[in-house]
């Protein structure tokens, strides 16, 4: 079992930053590529950006591609997103959660996952 516990969320203006952590724990939760979801209302989990357990390598969703980056401390058993020059559409629920395969964007190849932090961008 791998449990996952995200924090850093909160309301931010247009334009300004954030950073979330997620924090994992469990015997096997370092064998795990990482990966970032958000989930506004109404609509379906999308991909954000994931990370390699291996060599840190990352992808990303074409939306937040150049504003937000993703990286890990392995020694900390924690992944981080950094999100840069937010906008209102940025606004959601954001998950972490664990996969077998970096390039995973669909949300079901995800065996775990956290119980999301809040994101509000203000316009």
């Known amino acids: 079992q791998v449990q996952l516990v995200e924090s850093g969320g909160g309301l931010v203006q247009a334009g300004g930053s954030l950073r979330l952590s997620c924090a994992a724990s469990?015997?096997?939760?370092?064998?795990?590529?990482m990966g970032w979801f958000r989930q506004a209302p109404g609509k379906e989990r999308e991909f954000v950006a994931s990370i390699s357990m291996y060599d840190s390598s990352t992808y990303y969703a074409d939306s937040v591609k150049g504003r937000f980056a993703i990286s890990r401390d392995n020694a900390k058993n924690t992944v981080y997103l950094q999100m840069n020059s937010l906008k209102p559409e940025d606004t959601a629920v954001y998950y972490c959660a664990a996969s077998r395969n970096l390039y995973y964007t669909a949300a079901n190849k995800y065996a775990y996952w956290g119980q999301g932090t809040q994101v509000t961008v203000s316009s």
């Open positions: 469990g015997r096997t939760s370092s064998s795990y590529d």
